[in-house]
């Protein structure tokens, strides 16, 4: 079941303060800047960044994905490993809250989602 318009402006208020926080300074951004989506109980932040090949074409490395189980109320993280899918993020699999899945980004303490 996909989020409601209320849950969407919810989340975009705190994912989109989180993800200006770690943006890099406006006159890096060129080269490397944070944005996120938001596709039905999905949230995706991802780097946006030239290509190395081509810098005219950008390219969006993902950096984490957070799960809404609606039927639990809970939110699950996933980060992406070498094999490029998404894998449960085992030292902090889910959390009531986004804000906690956030924390838990920015933390990063295992070096899962910005290296």
Not at 45 to 62: A, C, G, L, M, Y
Not at 73 to 86: H, P, T
Request: aromatic residues 12%.
């Amino acid at each position: 079941m996909a989020l409601s318009e209320f849950e969407i402006k919810r989340i975009e208020k705190i994912v989109g303060g989180f993800v200006e926080q770690i943006r890099p300074p406006m006159e890096k951004r060129s080269q490397r800047d944070i944005s996120y989506r938001i596709e039905n109980q999905n949230v995706e932040i991802f780097e946006v960044r030239p290509k190395w090949n081509d810098p005219s074409t950008k390219i969006e490395p993902p950096v984490a994905k957070a799960t809404f189980v609606k039927s639990r109320k809970m939110w699950k993280l996933y980060w992406m490993r070498e094999d490029m899918k998404w894998h449960c993020y085992e030292p902090f699999p889910e959390a009531r809250n986004l804000e906690e899945i956030l924390s838990t980004i920015g933390e990063d303490a295992h070096g899962c989602f910005c290296g």
